[in-house]
């Protein structure tokens, strides 16, 4: 399949269902982490998605690899607040596992995409 937008994109697709969880999550913590963990939580899930986006629709392939990048700093940012608000005591066990398996899925599919372009990127010789 050609892929003509963004939204064809598996791991953009991917960073859009880890939205929708964390934001599910975030709603079950405690309502004084509203401005704190929650506000976090989602800022960084859904910057995800929204670089890969942006990264796709940049001109130069050396912006969508930077764009990649921030995507996958944002994701290292969103594990690390997971398991703060699980050592908090905010999330039980199995939506804390079950968000760090969506991360850890996530993050493979991000290196794999950005492995794939430098390839792309390397002169033919």
Same mark, same amino acid.
């Given at each position: 399949?050609?892929?003509?937008?963004?939204?064809?994109?598996?791991?953009?697709?991917?960073?859009?269902?880890?939205?929708?969880?964390?934001?599910?999550?975030?709603?079950?913590?405690?309502?004084?982490?509203?401005?704190?963990?929650?506000?976090?939580?989602?800022?960084?899930?859904?910057?995800? /998605?929204?670089?890969?986006?942006?990264?796709?629709?940049?001109?130069?392939?050396?912006?969508?690899?930077?764009?990649?990048?921030?995507?996958?700093?944002?994701?290292?940012?969103?594990?690390?607040?997971?398991?703060?608000?699980?050592?908090?005591?905010?999330?039980?066990?199995?939506?804390?596992?079950?968000?760090?398996?969506?991360?850890?899925?996530?993050?493979?599919?991000?290196?794999?995409?950005?492995?794939?372009?430098?390839?792309?990127?390397? /002169?033919?010789?």
């Amino acid at each position: 399949m050609a892929i003509r937008s963004y939204r064809d994109l598996n791991v953009w697709q991917a960073g859009m269902d880890l939205v929708d969880a964390i934001y599910r999550m975030a709603a079950t913590l405690p309502v004084h982490e509203r401005f704190g963990l929650v506000q976090q939580m989602r800022r960084s899930a859904t910057s995800i /998605p929204s670089n890969i986006a942006e990264g796709q629709g940049r001109e130069h392939l050396g912006d969508y690899l930077r764009h990649l990048s921030y995507a996958s700093g944002s994701l290292k940012e969103l594990e690390t607040l997971i398991l703060i608000a699980g050592r908090l005591g905010y999330l039980a066990d199995t939506d804390r596992r079950r968000a760090m398996t969506m991360t850890t899925e996530l993050g493979r599919m991000l290196s794999g995409l950005v492995r794939s372009l430098k390839r792309h990127r390397q /002169p033919n010789t």
